[in-house]
């Protein structure tokens, strides 16, 4: 069975441009959740959706949105780009539901320069 | 608030166990996970825990719980050169019905298994 897949798998952009990155789910799972990864750091929590809602938010500039489609994929899309968008976007998806655990796609890697 | 944190590194000899240690604040904590990560990856769901359990124990793996003091660990048994790689602890609280999707995941423990 495939696991979550994200395009693309590597992206440079220029400091103000936009950006749009893909995320197909694990068939069956409902919710899809974005995580940034900065170079040395955890994953951070940038936004979850279920069933095509918005569930959650995490600390991120209104520059980043996202959205999810009636076959459960999902866009993250972040504009005006800053050095600092620089990162690993990780997206997850999971049937939904507390005892549901997120399995991770390999992530697109965004360069800003 | 949300806190997890992980000692940085950790280095074991091959055949050795090892074990990841790490620490959460928030106690509304459900559900603690074990991710890894190899390099240029996203992240493998190793194992994870339901908050009112003490152990866990898959294959190679077993996860401990103090809930008292805060406190995750994963031991793995064996170790192997191929286990090379970053490991994230996360948690994932108890939101009332909503945000499902969001785990707090500490920084990452470092671990070099040498042959």
């Known amino acids: 069975d495939a696991g979550v897949t994200q395009s693309p798998t590597h992206l440079i952009k220029t400091r103000g441009q936009q950006v749009t990155l893909r995320c197909s789910p694990i068939s069956g799972h409902k919710s899809v959740s974005w995580y940034q990864q900065v170079l040395g750091q955890g994953p951070q929590f940038i936004f979850q959706?279920?069933?095509?809602?918005?569930?959650g938010r995490g600390n991120f500039p209104d520059r980043f949105s996202a959205r999810q489609f009636p076959n459960y994929s999902s866009e993250l899309n972040v504009n005006a780009l800053l050095l600092g968008d620089s990162a690993l976007y990780l997206c997850a998806s999971s049937f939904g539901g507390n005892n549901s655990p997120l399995h991770f796609g390999n992530g697109t890697r965004l360069t800003v320069t | 608030g949300e806190d997890v944190e992980q000692s940085l590194f950790l280095s074991v000899r091959e055949g050795d166990s090892s074990v990841i240690n790490c620490t959460y604040t928030d106690s509304s904590s459900t559900y603690l996970y074990w991710y890894k990560q190899e390099p240029g990856a996203g992240l493998q769901l190793l194992t994870y825990i339901f908050s009112n359990m003490d152990m866990k124990q898959d294959q190679r793996l077993t996860v401990l719980l103090n809930k008292k003091d805060k406190h995750l660990s994963l031991r793995i048994a064996d170790t192997q050169t191929g286990d090379s790689a970053i490991y994230f602890c996360?948690?994932?609280?108890?939101?009332?019905?909503?945000?499902?999707?969001?785990?707090?995941f500490g920084q990452g423990t470092i671990l070099t298994v040498h042959p």
């Open positions: 959706y279920y069933e095509k809602e918005e569930r």
């Open positions: 996360a948690e994932k609280l108890n939101a009332g019905g909503t945000s499902y999707g969001k785990l707090t």
